[in-house]
């Protein structure tokens, strides 16, 4: 399978907890995406790497969470002191570096996280 | 200027009948268009895109429609089948700068039921 995943795809933590994701993105692809989707609404942006630079974080993404990607191949999404509100599913795309002709954003299966 | 607005939130249709779905958006940047479908518990997959550069773009039963001046574009499922039973989304971005994150902005949804 050459498609962007991620693991794991569920997780249950207890309010307080630190979690952590990981994202594989299609070999060669430069560009990875992070986005959140909750329950019922399209996915919202929360940052960006080209290679192993994080260029671009929304304003969704508090101190609490963090997120690397130390060798511009896969990406690992940190949240400290996870809150209820965290509950959500945590998407990974990647798209190719080919610049302005290849813009498509390619999404793994996501990871479900439920904070109890 | 960042909200892409699409609707219904929900649409039920026959088996064998064409499915519309609508969007709207404010942001005069946005050059890149793409349509994502969405089973429950998976990633969005892409579904079509297109470029403001074009009214029109079909591939197979999806056409995507676009009015620029209106600042609309719209989802034609054509021969709507049971499989098609699915949440989507329409998206923009401003894909076709070489600089910058290119994030997706998506609208809320539009869960499809085909009923056979």
């Known amino acids: 399978d050459t498609g962007v995943s991620q693991n794991p795809r569920h997780k249950i933590t207890k309010r307080g907890q630190n979690v952590t994701f990981r994202c594989d993105p299609i070999s060669e692809h430069n560009r990875l995406y992070w986005y959140r989707q909750t329950l019922g609404q399209g996915p919202e942006f929360l940052t960006y790497?080209?290679?192993?630079?994080?260029?671009?974080k929304s304003r969704l993404l508090s101190d609490r969470f963090s997120a690397e990607r130390p060798k511009g191949s896969f990406s690992t999404l940190e949240i400290q002191r996870t809150e209820q509100g965290d509950s959500a599913m945590y998407l990974c795309?990647?798209?190719?570096?080919?610049?302005?002709?290849?813009?498509?954003?390619?999404f793994g299966p996501g990871t479900r996280l439920t904070v109890t | 200027q960042q909200q892409v607005k699409q609707s219904p939130q929900s649409l039920i249709v026959q088996k064998g009948g064409i499915s519309i779905i609508n969007c709207a958006y404010e942001?005069?940047?946005?050059?890149?268009f793409p349509w994502y479908q969405q089973f429950p518990g998976k990633g969005p997959a892409l579904l079509i895109a297109i470029r403001p550069d074009v009214s029109e773009k079909k591939e197979g039963r999806f056409t995507i429609s676009f009015n620029k001046s209106a600042k609309q574009f719209s989802l034609h499922i054509m021969d709507s089948q049971p499989g098609d039973s699915a949440t989507y989304f329409c998206?923009?971005?401003?894909?076709?700068?070489?600089?910058?994150?290119?994030?997706?902005?998506f609208g809320q949804g539009t869960r499809l039921t085909i009923n056979p």
């Open positions: 790497f080209q290679n192993e630079a994080q260029l671009e």
């Open positions: 795309a990647s798209r190719s570096p080919g610049g302005a002709v290849s813009v498509e954003q390619y």
């Open positions: 942001n005069t940047a946005f050059d890149y």
């Open positions: 998206a923009a971005s401003n894909g076709c700068i070489i600089q910058g994150a290119q994030k997706l902005v």
